[in-house]
């Protein structure tokens, strides 16, 4: 017998009633126990030891309650437009940032204060690592979780931001324990995946659900039309003279010709009306070219004579000024003087003679409420 056989022999009777090296089956914890160690000892060169590590399901509902103060929220994207979470506490965001700046985790307190982007830069080629690891070591699980592909996407600043960014599914947290640095700073870091891989859509069923989407959302918008019943054009000295009570007159055929505006764009035309004893409009489709023809009927001055009031318009008093050269001269007027007396009228007789009867009660001039029936509007059958 040689050394080797009696080597060989010697092992197997020390091994004899010996229980096998305990191994523990790769695990989706256990693959994130070694991700994390990992990623962070290559990328910054982090001590980083994993405590504890939970897996939950959770609801989109739960997430914003679960998520500490000041924590750096990293949205995750990953394939077929699911997207998940990294929430980093302000333990671990400090731990992170010192070791990049400092060289080494400190032992003073971290400050309280909301992440920024440089916090957020800073943290994501860690993150991404941390996925990679976390994607390569759970592989080797018999039924693995869906976390292949997602990478950092964007910040969000506020929790309550995942409500807006995250479909109502079920999803995957795991929950990871962890002391930072030769210090031992204790942190808490969250990983949130979608519970079940979404299903892939044809490029027709995405046409039509996009096409869909984007008529609802459209038909849902607020479209504002103005109604214009007729225009005038004044001067500024006009304008600056209008008072309460001054009568602006209006031609009956502006009832009929009405206008329905968007934008300061004519969408149609429409003629003024009632309908069971309220105002309404009948809707006129326009013709092409009918916004061009709208001519001074309707926006020109109109006949600004029958505006009345306590006080007459200044700019509108003084036309005299509106004689021009281009007027045929009507020749010499003779002098009055020479066109005699003009005989006497004599006494005019009294005008009734005594006051004016009571007018009554006048309905009051409100907002449109008190008005009588509107017995002028044209019927709108």
């Known amino acids: 017998m040689s050394d080797a056989d009696i080597i060989s022999a010697m ?5 004899v009633g010996r229980p096998p090296p305990d191994v523990q089956p790769m695990s989706p914890a256990k693959a994130l126990r070694l991700a994390m160690a990992k990623a962070a000892e290559d990328t910054i060169g982090l001590v980083l030891q994993v405590l504890d590590v939970t897996e939950e399901r959770s609801a989109i509902s739960r997430l914003p309650g679960q998520v500490p103060d000041n924590a750096l929220l990293s949205l ?15 333990n671990a965001v400090s731990a992170i940032v010192e070791q990049q700046t400092t060289g080494k985790v400190l032992n003073l307190p971290p400050e309280d204060r909301p992440p920024t982007a440089t916090d957020a830069v800073m943290c994501s080629e860690l993150c991404n690592r941390v996925l990679r690891q976390f994607e390569t ?43 930072l640095g030769r210090g031992g700073r204790e942190g808490e870091v969250f990983f949130v995946f979608p519970y079940a891989a ?23 918008s607020e479209a504002r039309l103005d109604t214009v019943l007729h225009r005038v054009r004044l001067t500024l000295a006009d304008v600056t003279s209008l008072t309460e009570g001054m009568m602006i007159p209006i031609p009956r055929e502006a009832l009929s010709r009405v206008e329905l505006r968007a934008d300061d764009r004519l969408v149609s035309r429409a003629r003024l009306g009632q309908i069971n004893g309220k105002r309404a409009v009948r809707v ?20 600004m004579g029958g505006l009345s009031g306590p006080s007459d318009f200044p700019a509108l008093s003084g036309m005299g000024d509106m004689a021009g050269d281009d007027l045929p001269d009507i020749g010499g007027l003779p002098p009055l003087g020479a066109m005699g007396d003009f005989p006497a009228m004599g006494d005019l007789p009294p005008l009734g003679g005594g006051d004016l009867p009571p007018l009554g009660d006048l309905p009051p001039l409100g907002d449109g409420e008190g008005f009588p029936a509107m017995g002028d509007l044209p019927p709108l059958e």
């Open 284 to 303: 006129v489709l326009c013709v092409e070219g009918d916004e061009e023809d709208l001519g001074d009927d309707m926006f020109g001055a109109g006949d």
């Open 137 to 179: 070591h759970v592989a080797e699980v018999a039924d693995p979780p869906e976390v292949a592909g997602f990478h950092v996407a964007a910040q969000l600043r506020e929790a309550r931001s995942i409500a807006i960014a995250f479909d109502d599914v079920p999803y995957r947290l795991y929950r990871v324990s962890v002391k």
């Open 11 to 15: 092992r197997r009777k020390a091994g």
């Open 198 to 220: 979404p299903k892939p859509k044809t490029m027709d069923e995405g046409a039509g659900d996009f096409s869909s989407t984007f008529q609802n959302v459209v038909l849902k």
């Open 76 to 90: 995750l994207e990953g394939p077929n437009n699911a997207y998940g979470l990294a929430v980093w506490d302000k």
